[in-house]
C-alpha cells in the first residue's frame, strides 16, 4: 500500500510545532501540508525573519492557514527554554515534529559548552520534548515525531561519552552520523518510558531518503548558494528526490495510525526514495543499554529529568 498526503486525515483542531521551517527545507513542506489539511501549525525557528518568509510562503498556497510563530535556537538550552515557555500560550500540543538539525558543521562549541552537531540535533530536541511533554500529554493523544537519516547507520558506536568533553580528532560526518544515531535511540527510549509512566503520548522517527534540501551545503559551507556551496548543492538536488517527498515520511509518522516507535522512511531501492512506509534500523539502534545510558547522559546534559 503506498501512503501520500492525500491519506492524511482531517487536521482541523489539531495543534502542530514543527522545528526547522526555512523555506525549501523539510519543516517548510511538513508545515504546508498539515495547514492544508487544517491544523494549527506553530513554525518554530531559530531567525524570525526566515521564519515570517515561510509563513508567507505558507500563506501564499494556503490563504487561511492557521499559523502561529516561536523563536527557537536548539543550540541554545536557555533558548529552548525560552521558547518552551512562551509555547505554553498554545495550550495542548498534539503533535512535535523535532525535524530542525545541521549536517556536517566544522568544529564548533556552543554556548553550553556542547559539540554544534550534537547540541542542535539531538540535546536540544531532547531538552524541548521534556518540558513540551504536558501539553503533548494534555492533547489526550500526543506525538513526538523525531527526523533522523540514513546516515545513522554510519554510527559505529553510541555517543556516550562526555558531552562537554572533546574526544580526540573531530571528524563532522561520523559524529553527524552519530546525532541521527542519538535521534533513534532517543525514540525507542522515549517510547519506553511513555508506556511505563502511562502517558497518552507516542515517539515515533522518520528519515526522508536522499532528499535535495539545502541542509549539506549550509553545513559544509555556511550558506546554501555562492561558489562551490552552488555546485554542491546542485549536484544533490540532481540526484536526490525533492524536499516535498523528502518530507513525507515525517508526515506519514505525524499523522498515520502507526504504533510508538515506529520508524518511517521512503519505500524505494535502499531507502533513498520512493513513498513512505515503515523502516527498519541498525542494530546499534535498537540497543537498550545504549538508549538507557544517552538519556540518562541527556538528563544530567541538560538539566531536566523526564518524564
Request: charged letters at 20%; proline letters at 7%.
Amino acid at each position: 500500500m503506498s501512503w501520500s498526503p492525500a491519506d492524511m486525515p482531517e487536521q482541523t483542531g489539531r495543534t502542530v510545532l514543527v522545528t526547522g521551517p526555512t523555506i525549501g527545507g523539510l519543516g517548510h513542506y511538513t508545515a504546508l501540508e498539515l495547514a492544508r489539511r487544517g491544523a494549527r501549525v506553530v513554525l518554530a525557528g531559530r531567525t524570525p525573519a526566515k521564519v515570517e518568509a515561510t509563513v508567507a510562503e505558507i500563506r501564499a498556497q494556503v490563504p487561511d492557514a492557521e499559523l502561529e510563530t516561536l523563536q527557537l535556537d536548539l543550540a541554545s538550552l536557555a533558548s529552548v527554554r525560552h521558547a518552551a515557555a512562551a509555547a505554553a500560550r498554545f495550550g495542548a500540543i498534539d503533535v512535535l515534529v523535532n525535524n530542525a538539525g545541521v549536517m556536517g558543521t566544522p568544529y564548533s562549541r556552543t554556548e553550553d559548552d556542547l559539540e554544534q552537531q550534537m547540541a542542535t540535533n539531538h540535546f536540544g530536541p531532547f531538552l524541548l520534548t521534556g518540558l513540551l511533554l504536558p501539553q503533548l500529554a494534555a492533547s489526550g493523544d500526543g506525538r513526538v515525531v523525531t527526523v533522523s537519516s540514513l546516515m545513522h547507520a554510519t554510527a559505529r558506536t553510541a555517543p556516550l561519552g562526555d558531552p562537554r568533553r572533546p574526544h580526540g580528532r573531530y571528524l563532522r560526518w561520523p559524529v553527524y552520523g552519530q546525532s541521527k544515531l542519538a535521534n533513534l535511540l532517543f525514540t525507542g527510549e522515549l517510547e519506553r518510558r511513555l508506556k511505563a509512566a502511562e502517558l497518552p503520548v507516542r515517539a515515533l522517527a522518520a528519515h526522508p531518503g536522499f532528499a535535495g534540501t539545502h541542509l549539506a551545503a549550509n553545513g559544509q559551507y555556511g550558506r546554501a548558494s555562492g561558489g562551490i556551496a552552488s555546485i554542491l548543492d546542485a549536484t544533490i538536488k540532481a540526484v536526490s528526490q525533492s524536499a516535498e517527498a523528502g518530507a513525507w515520511p515525517s508526515l506519514m509518522a505525524a499523522t498515520a495510525d502507526l504504533p510508538g516507535d515506529t520508524y518511517v522512511g521512503p519505500g524505494g531501492f535502499r531507502q533513498l526514495a520512493g513513498p513512505p512506509r515503515p523502516v527498519g534500523r541498525t542494530r546499534l539502534a535498537r540497543d537498550e543499554d545504549a538508549a538507557r545510558r544517552l538519556w540518562e547522559i541527556s538528563e544530567e546534559t541538560v538539566g531536566l529529568e523526564y518524564p
